[in-house]
């Protein structure tokens, strides 16, 4: 989920974008520690990723690690943080390290398409290699943007099969399920075994009939045990997010003849905490 403030993190134009295409306002792009903790309590969540996003070269949006960091300081118990950088800022690993340590932060999240890069450029290898040493998850934006100005040429997932056949061990997260490119998505994860995907926006905002064929287009790879659940709050609430996946596990059931029990605990907290390193 992310976090942030207008004006302050978000300009007006990202966040009047964003929100609009999910029916909001752009005022409810701001989320403050004190409202979103009330809201989990309401859903019955019990614990947050929060996310940093460094896209301030290219659209002047930039959620710092720093606040990232105090959030998950200030009730660790409930949040957890993933870092957020800009290829073209000389990423070495010595300073990843120290940042990351700095602020507590369990991981990586990154946006090529914001910061119009390919996963494959040299200049990411320094994550890369980090999130490898330290067994770290990294969450990687893919699939459709409202952002205008983002280079969807840059959001495909199959460009990160160069990243993948390099590093083939890095545990790697693809959100939004690469949508529409679900079945590049699905190629990825059934080739390579620490490629995971989450469901956030498009199990909420596409037909459930949509959703429910992704569902068993992964149960026919072999994949449907590493999806994740995932909101992308504000812009889906953990309400509205809880609920559509209630529905769709009676719809799956019907459809599909059901995913188990078992698999069903993955998605909703098994992946994460085995990605998150969690105890």
Known sequence: ????????????????????????????LTVEPESLLAEMDRAGVERAVLLAFNARRTLGVHVTNELVGKWCSQVPQRFLGLASYDGRDSLRKRELVLDRKRY????????????????????????????????????????????????????????????LSRYPSLKLVIAHMGWPWISET????????????????????QPIEQVVEIFSKAAAAGVEGKLLFGTD???????????????????????????????WDKILYGNAKHLLNLP
Not at 4 to 20: H, N, S
């Open 186 to 205: 699905i190629e990825l994860m059934a080739r390579y075994p620490n490629t995971y995907a989450d469901l956030s926006i498009v199990s909420r905002y």
């Open 104 to 163: 507590r932060l369990s991981g990586y999240k990154l946006a090529y398409g914001y910061l119009a890069m390919a996963p494959d450029e040299p200049d990411w290898w320094p994550l890369y290699e980090d999130a490898l040493e330290h067994d770290l998850p990294v969450l990687v934006h893919m699939g459709f943007s409202p952002i205008k100005r983002v280079s969807l040429r840059h959001c495909h997932p199959g460009l990160l099969e160069p990243v």
């Open 233 to 263: 709050y504000p812009m889906c609430g953990f309400a509205e997010g809880l609920a559509r996946i209630k529905e769709l596990r009676q719809r799956v059931r019907v459809s599909t003849g059901g995913i188990s029990e078992g698999v």
């Open 1 to 28: 989920m992310h976090v942030g403030r207008l004006r302050q993190e978000y300009t007006v134009e990202f966040a009047d974008e964003m929100m609009r295409a999910c029916g909001k306002q752009a005022e409810e």
